[in-house]
Antibody
Framework: QVQLVESGGGVVQPGGSLRLSCAAS????????MHWVRQAPGKGLEWVGF????????YYADSVKGRFIISRDNSKNTVYLQMNGLRVEDTAVFYC????????????????WGQGTLVTVSS | QSALTQPASVSGSPGQSITISCTGT?????????VSWYQQHPGTAPKLMIF???NRPSGVSERFSGSKSGNTASLTISGLQADDEADYYC??????????FGGGTKVTVL
């Protein structure tokens, strides 16, 4: 049974940094691309970015490019989202999700999801 | 990259069929067969309902079906049930090697 558990959320001031983690279990993590998706309070879903199964490629939404970095440690079955230069508009619940196409180098769709972790950017 | 266009709300009576549209461009919905749909109940994580335009994951009811024509994809829910009341989002792969969501559609069961 796939399980994804996000952690690291909290309150941070504008301009600050935060690193989210997503611990995975129940599947072969090293064969699976991973996504981060966010949802601002009362708003819709927004794709944040994707990392290939081996960590060799990442793709990002324009809204976070240059500020956010996705990485992974396959020995720990964990994917990370390093967020720098945070803005008030980055306030959201952040979800990690598995890529539906196993072994793919590109992002296509989201299969399993975690329960999310809330990031609040406020002074 | 602009969000895909979905109607804000759709409603139907129990047992009826409803269709949610998702309109993009030739650089996303129209250019690739990589449209997916997600159901989200309040306070919970989204759930995959359809992938690659028409495919249903195991465990998803046959009442949910997907299709595409040109730059518009659609999700049809037949035999509407009370538990179908939720927000629904479409997503598409894009020419820019990104994924883009629709704005979401609130489905109400009357």
């Amino acid at each position: 049974q796939v399980q994804l558990v996000e952690s690291g959320g909290g309150v941070v001031q504008p301009g600050g940094s935060l690193r989210l983690s997503c611990a995975a279990s129940g599947f072969t993590f090293s064969r699976c691309g991973m996504h981060w998706v966010r949802q601002a309070p009362g708003k819709g879903l927004e794709w944040v970015g994707f990392i290939r199964f081996d960590g060799n490629n990442q793709y990002y939404a324009d809204s976070v490019k240059g500020r956010f970095i996705i990485s992974r440690d396959n020995s720990k079955n964990t994917v990370y989202l390093q967020m720098n230069g945070l803005r008030v508009e980055d306030t959201a619940v952040f979800y990690c999700a598995t890529e539906g196409q196993i072994g793919t180098s590109l992002p296509y769709y989201f299969d399993d999801w975690g329960q999310g972790t809330l990031v609040t950017v406020s002074s | 990259q602009s969000a895909l266009t979905q109607p804000a709300s759709v409603s139907g009576s129990p047992g009826q069929s409803i269709t949610i549209s998702c309109t993009g461009t030739s650089r996303d919905v129209g250019g690739y067969n990589y449209v997916s749909w997600y159901q989200q109940h309040p306070g919970t994580a989204p759930k995959l309902m359809i992938f690659d335009v028409t495919n249903r994951p195991s465990g998803v009811s046959e009442r949910f079906s997907g299709s595409k024509s040109g730059n518009t994809a659609s999700l049809t829910i037949s035999g509407l049930q009370a538990d179908d009341e939720a927000d629904y989002y479409c997503t598409s792969y894009t020419y820019f090697t990104t994924l883009v969501f629709g704005g979401g559609t609130k489905v109400t069961v009357l």
